[in-house]
């Protein structure tokens, strides 16, 4: 068989506008500035578990958010295809493939001989390829049904069955061969080293693996005596002449190995990289949630609501629920619902009662239902919203020399455009540096305006008059127990002034018991 040249490998079949996480390739819109709800929502803690294990490349898809709503469905399709058990097997050995490639090409980096290098680049090329080709096997078993992975399958398959793709296959499976039953006897004899070529085709003596042929002679599994070409990237002196001489007796062969090598420069084709890339992204949050389902948190794949109703049972903080894990503590899950005509909930109770981990809860059941992942819940319908909004309590900055008041403002005015309609917004005590008069009438400003907007949200205050019932607003208030102990349940009811008002003076000493004690 001719050595392969250049224009024999496979070609690129212009499927550089595939991606698995939008029907259509293209450049996602940047967070606009001074986008806040990820550190808002606690999100930065569950990027940081999932860096830990799969690295940085696979947290910036977890800030690529779907454009519209039909790219979230292609993640959820997408995603439904990961979770299966066969899906979600194949995928995870394609990626312990991949260590493995990335680990011959890691070695190939410190080979100096250009010849030797010629045969970790075909090794480390051929490795990658039967990546690919199990991990075809695996998706056609499987059966996927989404039209990201069908799609990227047929990739594969006209990939790998075309004519240029099989002869390079071909070639390189007996260039390989070959190599490994290589054969040479050194013979040293009054100050001269002759070396003798041995074939191991034919069936001759030395026909067989190197490892194969050692084993025969000694009559033991052979763990340390390896190919030497092919296992360590650095050649003793010897070796390097012994190569030297081999490439005299055998030009031919050796000249089509560079071909053959040459023919693999850059092999790993822009689609191929990029499905390496965002597929764990899908992969990095099932495993994550199979973890968390193990230990007993509820997931659910949320229903997308056809009107604008927002529903969920069994609801908590994915990020509370993992530094809990950690510590074998256990969450307070909630359940609430946003009706026809109902747009904000506004959530009052005592201070440490669960209001603002009930609030993040929301955001991320909203966030991770647009990124068409699992929720954290027992069940969940709510609508795709075109983006979320967060505006949590800020400190005064000492750089811009504004109170917490203006920063609270200059943050809020971005928020209220008129192009951002229909957001979801979740809302952490504002104003809580005005007095209670300014706070109720700028808090009802606030509230008439997103929900003007179209927006629906959360609102967590002190302020028990913003919770009075009025349209479009629903009460929440944060429980304690006949014994006044906070349970972290939040439930539907009237703003309690009473246990507001106790936490207060509790928290400022105003007790009789402590006011009697310092007159």
């Not at 998706?139 to 240029?164: H, M, N, P, W, Y």
Request: glycine residues 6%; aromatic residues 8%; negative net charge.
């Amino acid at each position: 068989m001719e050595a392969a040249t250049k224009t024999d490998q496979p070609k690129n079949q212009d499927h550089d506008d595939f991606s698995i996480l939008r029907p259509e390739r293209k450049a996602s819109e940047p967070p606009e500035a001074g986008e806040p709800f990820y550190q808002d929502l606690n999100l930065l803690q569950v990027f940081e578990r999932i860096r830990g294990k799969w690295g940085r490349e696979t947290v910036k898809c977890y800030r690529d958010l779907p454009a519209t709503p039909e790219e979230t469905a292609y993640r959820r399709a997408v995603y439904g295809d990961v979770k299966k058990e066969p899906v979600y097997a194949a995928l995870m050995r394609f990626t312990r493939d991949l260590e493995e490639v990335d680990g011959l090409c890691a070695e190939k980096e410190k080979v100096r001989i250009p010849l030797q290098r010629a045969v970790w680049q075909i090794r480390e090329a051929d490795r990658y390829c039967r990546a690919y080709e199990d991990l075809r096997q695996g998706l056609e078993k499987a059966e996927v049904t989404s039209e990201g992975l069908q799609a990227f399958l047929r990739i594969l398959q006209e990939l790998q069955d075309s004519a240029a793709y099989k002869n390079l296959k071909n070639l390189t499976e007996r260039l390989l061969g070959r190599i490994k039953s290589l054969r040479f006897v050194i013979t040293y004899e009054k100050d001269r080293m002759s070396v003798e070529l041995r074939s191991a085709e034919g069936g001759s003596e030395g026909s067989g693996a190197y490892e194969e042929r050692m084993q025969a002679q000694t009559g033991r599994a052979v763990r340390q005596l390896r190919n030497p070409f092919l296992t360590d990237p650095t050649l003793s002196g010897i070796e390097k002449a012994c190569l030297e001489i081999l490439m005299k007796k055998e030009p031919a062969f050796f000249k089509e190995l560079q071909e053959t090598a040459d023919c693999y420069e850059g092999y790993r084709k822009p689609v191929q990289v990029q499905f390496e890339s965002e597929i764990r992204f899908y992969l990095s949050y099932c495993m994550l949630q199979r973890e968390m389902e193990q230990a007993g948190y509820a997931f659910c794949a949320p229903r997308i609501a056809e009107g604008e109703t927002l529903e969920t049972a069994g609801l908590y903080d994915l990020a509370l629920a993992l530094t809990n894990l950690s510590e074998g503590k256990e969450v307070v899950p909630n359940d609430c619902r946003l009706g026809d005509g109902e747009r904000f909930f506004v959530l009052t109770g005592p201070n440490q009662g669960g209001k603002t981990t009930f609030a993040r809860s929301l955001g991320q059941l909203v966030y991770l239902t647009k990124m068409g992942l699992d929720v954290p819940a027992v069940s969940a319908v709510l609508p795709v919203y075109p983006r979320i909004q967060t505006h949590f309590s800020v400190e005064e900055s000492v750089e811009t020399g504004r109170g917490k008041l203006m920063e609270e403002l200059v943050r809020l005015a971005p928020m209220m455009e008129e192009h951002k309609k229909g957001s979801f917004v979740v809302i952490n005590e504002l104003f809580t540096t005005a007095a209670n008069y300014d706070a109720l009438i700028m808090g009802k400003k606030v509230l008439d305006h997103f929900i003007g907007l179209g927006c629906m949200g959360i609102y967590v205050t002190h302020l028990q008059e913003l919770a009075q019932e009025r349209e479009g607003v629903v009460s929440l208030r944060a429980q304690r127990n006949e014994q006044g102990v906070r349970t972290f349940r939040i439930m539907r009811g009237d703003a309690d002034d009473s246990a507001c008002a106790e936490d207060v003076v509790k928290k400022y000493h105003l007790t009789y018991e402590e006011l009697k004690e310092r007159l």
